[in-house]
T-cell receptor, first 121, second 113 residues
Framework: GAVVSQHPSRVICKSGTSVKIECRSL??????MFWYRQFPKQSLMLMAT?????????EQGVEKDKFLINHASLTLSTLTVTSAHPEDSSFYIC?????????????????FGEGSWLTVV | GQNIDQPTEMTATEGAIVQINCTYQ??????LFWYQQHAGEAPTFLSY????GLEEKGRFSSFLSRSKGYSYLLLKELQMKDSASYLC??????????????FGKGTMLLVSP
């Protein structure tokens, strides 16, 4: 099946530094990728929709300048947490939908990366 | 935006059947997903509904009624490994043409012997 790889799986960074998380679709092209954040015992919260070749669409309350998203190719989107603070510590998950899935039922599956645990100290 | 409601917790016995309900309100409905998520792991895909009716896949079935804004996930022959959080997610097609996927808060299912 389709695979989405997310890297790194765990990262610890110092407060004030930036950290980049990569999301790659390994065997399909994805025009659209999604970035989620999940705090302990809470559901996934959509942060932004990443569109290849254009600006990401951010959800209300998500700071564009703090969470930089780049979707430079059809297989790679990156999320950069800039000037990280301890409250940014969370589980970040990306997902991708194969391009050209059309209306095929199984083709509408959205594949998730393994997630990245970010700890800001 | 969307308003997605599902029960917070449910308990059931091994071998039993459990139904997890999900109601939603959305403006550009374009599909409903069910995911299973074990603690500390990414969600895994269970089912997808875009038309009304029942989709069956092994021990798992999912039902959708678009007019009622309602879906349920049915789990049969429960196993201990089915203890997990079950997430209902709704896809919205925005005016821009792009779609978003919004998750409910999840239903924590505990299966006991």
């Amino acid at each position: 099946g389709a695979v989405v790889s997310q890297h790194p799986s765990r990262v610890i960074c110092k407060s004030g530094t930036s950290v980049k998380i990569e999301c790659r679709s390994l065997d399909f092209q994805a025009t659209t990728m999604f970035w989620y954040r999940q705090f302990p015992k809470q559901s996934l919260m959509l942060m932004a929709t990443s569109n290849e070749g254009s600006k990401a669409t951010y959800e209300q309350g998500v700071e564009k300048d703090k969470f930089l998203i780049n979707h430079a190719s059809l297989t790679l989107s990156t999320l950069t947490v800039t000037s990280a603070h301890p409250e940014d510590s969370s589980f970040y998950i990306c997902s991708a939908r194969p391009s050209g899935a059309g209306h095929a039922r199984t083709g509408n599956t959205i594949y998730f990366g393994e997630g990245s645990w970010l700890t800001v100290v | 935006g969307q308003n997605i409601d599902q029960p917070t917790e449910m308990t059931a016995t091994e071998g039993a059947i459990v139904q997890i309900n999900c109601t939603y309100q959305t403006s550009g409905f374009n599909g409903l997903f069910w995911y299973q998520q074990h603690a500390g792991e990414a969600p895994t895909f269970l089912s997808y509904n875009v038309l009304d009716g029942l989709e069956e896949k092994g021990r798992f079935s999912s039902f959708l009624s678009r007019s009622k804004g309602y879906s349920y996930l049915l789990l049969k022959e429960l196993q201990m490994k089915d203890s997990a959080s079950y997430l209902c997610a709704v896809r919205d097609r925005m005016n821009s043409g792009y779609s978003t996927l919004t998750f409910g808060k999840g239903t924590m299912l505990l299966v006991s012997p």
